[in-house]
């Protein structure tokens, strides 16, 4: 058993397919095919059911999988502590973000990385946060950003804050009136008097609509009209033109003209807000870029 062997096996049930695994390790299918079937001898068990389509791993299988893959990171990550210990100069970092949030997030943020490490080159994958979990579970991350709570991560995974977003209730001018507040001063709303009005949400997936259900819950409201839609940016833009309130971060407005130039208001008595955190493997080790990248970014939002 190798690292080689083990590579090729955990790659192998990813794929599900010999043929497809092949094509990723850049090797002849027959090949992996000999080797998968070397390492089954050498172990004395089999590890996948060829007779299932796609293939599947046995109980064995699993186990091996499981193990091999701990084997490998632990690999990775001595690999890595020995090259930054060197230089810690050189690499890749494979971050995920958010759609949105990357363009909010990543340009004040990249320059300035780029001038400390200008020969490590940072990776970006954009997608929500379910996807970015599954990216991160397959180890194709090194790094991703999230509001989700760090409670609310799968097993194995860690969570840093980097800055607190604060989240509005907005809606167009004059929607709210003042016999929708609570304290029309402070500009918070009561939300139980807009039940009737219609409110913009984003698709489920996102997390700000599961902060916007869990709101809408607390106060027992059934909203008599929803728009579904795929972007904060667009939701701003909409609530502003007067089709509904809508549930927002903080970034989607600040990329909008900011605070003074819309209509926004608290929904609770205490300001809300959320964390927004940068999320690894537990096992994982953060080399120095990484770890540079993280302090950078929580220097320059946590300012914000």
Same mark, same amino acid.
């Given at each position: ?13 990813? @794929? ?69 210990? @060197? ?175 819309? @209509? ?41």
């Amino acid at each position: 058993m190798d690292f080689r062997e083990l590579t090729y096996v955990t790659m192998v049930a990813e @794929c599900k397919r010999v043929t497809a695994a092949a094509k990723k390790l850049y090797i002849s299918q027959p090949s992996l095919s000999q080797i998968l079937s070397k390492v089954e001898q050498d172990v004395g068990v089999k590890l996948f059911d060829r007779n299932a389509s796609p293939i599947t791993l046995t109980y064995a299988g699993e186990k091996y999988v499981e193990t091999a893959r701990r084997i490998l990171s632990l690999n990775k990550n001595l690999r890595r502590e020995l090259m930054d210990i @060197c230089q810690g100069a050189r690499g890749k970092i494979r971050l995920g973000i958010p759609t949105e949030r990357a363009g909010y997030m990543l340009p004040a943020v990249l320059k300035h990385f780029r001038e400390q490490y200008p020969l490590v080159e940072v990776v970006i994958f954009e997608a929500h946060t379910d996807e970015l979990i599954e990216l991160m579970e397959k180890e194709k991350l090194d790094l991703f950003i999230s509001p989700r709570r760090a409670e609310d991560l799968p097993a194995g995974m860690k969570a840093e804050l980097i800055y607190q977003e604060r989240l509005f209730l907005l809606a167009a001018p004059g929607a709210i009136a003042g016999e929708h507040c609570k304290n029309r001063k402070e500009r918070t709303v009561d939300l139980a008097k807009l039940k009737d009005m219609p409110v913009i949400l984003l698709k489920k997936g996102h997390e700000i609509r599961k902060r916007a259900d869990a709101i809408l819950k607390k106060h027992k409201i059934v909203p008599a009209r929803v728009m579904e839609i795929s972007s904060c940016i667009s939701a701003v833009q909409l609530a502003d033109g007067g089709l509904g309130y809508t549930f927002v971060p903080q970034r989607a407005v600040d990329v909008l003209g900011g605070e003074e130039r819309f @209509c926004c208001y608290h929904f609770s008595d205490k300001e809300e807000s959320w964390g927004v955190h940068v999320v690894c493997r537990e096992d994982a080790y953060l080399d120095r870029p990484e770890r540079y990248l993280i302090d950078l970014m929580k220097e320059t939002f946590r300012q914000v």
